[in-house]
């Protein structure tokens, strides 16, 4: 029996069976590495404006604390449940492993529809959410960030709500913040550039000329967009996006720029063109070279998978790809290129972790220093995946997750089981 369930859960414990398979893993060692330490669910009460009360059901997940403090973002989405975070949370360790960062995974969300909420309604829920987590978080405990439906306003009043019953300024124990609040230059953006940049890698590899180039994007939210304007200066034509509203497609290129004040502006991409709407149930399988599901999970299953037209898939979201699809993509691994997600957004957490680092020693960098470290450490992590998979003949899912998994292990066996 679990308190986990879902097909979110399910696909996380398959995948994780596929890699626990791969590495021989005894049985017995198995469900302490992958069942999280500690689930916490809370109801988050808060006054309406029209004088009502309203409660909603929080949640956090914390993985495992074997290597540090654990790490993750807090969604805020009518979508979210338990079993939904305990994966996130699971695929968050793994991710923190393969980049080499001192953390567990962890993962929080409140089931909520923000469409449905004024903003002094959505800063009540957050600080009454943060209110709840502080006997179970902390600068060496449990770090948030944010994530879907939140964003650096929203880690601003975490910090203050924390700091308030602390008595003290503790920018630390959130990152994601407002730079005036201790964020770090660089964060912002920091997801969709990675998932940029190991796209690039990945044409440098299979000599492919950026300008020669295409990419399509799902999911034009903060990964979506960066990545898109990022592989835009990198000289790639952004030939198709999409987002909740809708999709867009020109072939002969989109104007990113002026797509992403669009959507500082209006919040979505709708309205921008009606010329160039699009069916969004096509987006991903448009010819390009570049393909980045930026958007929710299991969007790619064995259907999609077997018409996908791009040469690189670039996993901009968390679990985009299906355990069937996984199957279908390891058939085409000469078609299609896979940079999984555990690696493709990582740079979030890496650049998270900076932004820790900066704030446990008050020294801050700039942001070229920041931009060069996370390149850095996503490098590093690519050439891991890659000479794993090419010696032991496995997908680069495989190889990437088996990195990540080894070293949890690792962590664990060496510590013992207390007491």
Not at 65 to 94: C, H, N, Q, Y
Not at 262 to 277: E, P, R
Request: proline share 5%.
């Amino acid at each position: 029996m679990t308190v986990y369930s879902g097909p979110v859960f399910e696909m996380a414990v398959n995948q994780f069976n596929v890699i626990a398979n791969h590495l021989e893993i005894p049985m017995d060692e198995r469900d302490r590495i992958l069942m999280p330490k500690r689930a916490v669910t809370v109801s988050c009460p808060i006054h309406r404006d029209d004088g009502t009360v309203a409660v909603f059901e929080g949640y956090r997940v914390q993985h495992h604390l074997t290597m540090g403090p654990t790490k993750g973002g807090t969604r805020f989405a009518p979508t979210v449940d338990i079993g939904e975070v305990g994966a996130l949370a699971i695929w968050m360790s793994w991710k923190c492993a393969l980049a080499g960062l001192p953390y567990g995974g962890a993962k929080g969300g409140v089931n909520v529809d923000l469409s449905k909420l004024s903003k002094r309604e959505l800063e009540s829920l957050s600080r009454r959410y943060m209110q709840e987590m502080i006997p179970f978080v902390g600068p060496h405990t449990d770090v948030m960030a944010p994530d879907m439906g939140t964003n650096e306003q929203v880690m601003a009043w975490f910090m203050d709500t924390y700091s308030m019953y602390q008595g003290q300024t503790v920018t630390e124990i959130v990152t994601g913040k407002p730079v005036a609040n201790g964020g770090t230059l660089g964060r912002r953006e920091a997801t969709g550039r990675g998932v940029a940049h190991l796209s690039k890698r990945v044409m440098k590899e299979l000599n492919i000329t950026p300008n020669q180039a295409t990419a399509v994007v799902q999911g034009f939210g903060n990964v979506g967009s960066y990545a898109a304007l990022e592989l835009h200066h990198y000289g790639l034509k952004i030939t198709g996006i999409s987002d909740h509203t809708g999709a867009l497609y020109d072939a002969n290129g989109l104007d990113i720029p002026a797509l992403m004040r669009h959507t500082s502006a209006h919040g979505s991409i709708a309205g921008f063109s009606n010329q160039l709407a699009f069916d969004p149930a096509d987006v991903l399988t448009l010819p390009c070279t570049v393909l980045v599901p930026a958007a929710l999970e299991r969007v790619i299953d064995a259907k999609v998978a077997e018409n996908l037209k791009c040469r690189i898939l670039a996993e901009g979201a968390n679990g985009p790809t299906t355990p069937d699809a996984d199957l279908v993509l390891d058939k085409r691994r000469d078609e299609v290129f896979v940079i999984p997600d555990i690696l493709c957004n990582s740079g979030g957490v890496v650049v998270s972790y900076f932004e820790w680092v900066q704030d446990l020693q008050q020294l801050f960098w700039e942001e070229e220093e920041v931009m060069r470290r996370e390149y850095k450490l996503l490098d590093r992590a690519f050439d891991q995946m890659l000479l794993r998979a090419s010696t032991d003949k496995i997908s680069h899912r495989t190889a990437a997750m088996a990195i990540g998994v080894e070293k949890v292990r690792a962590a664990k066996n060496t510590r013992g089981l207390f007491p």
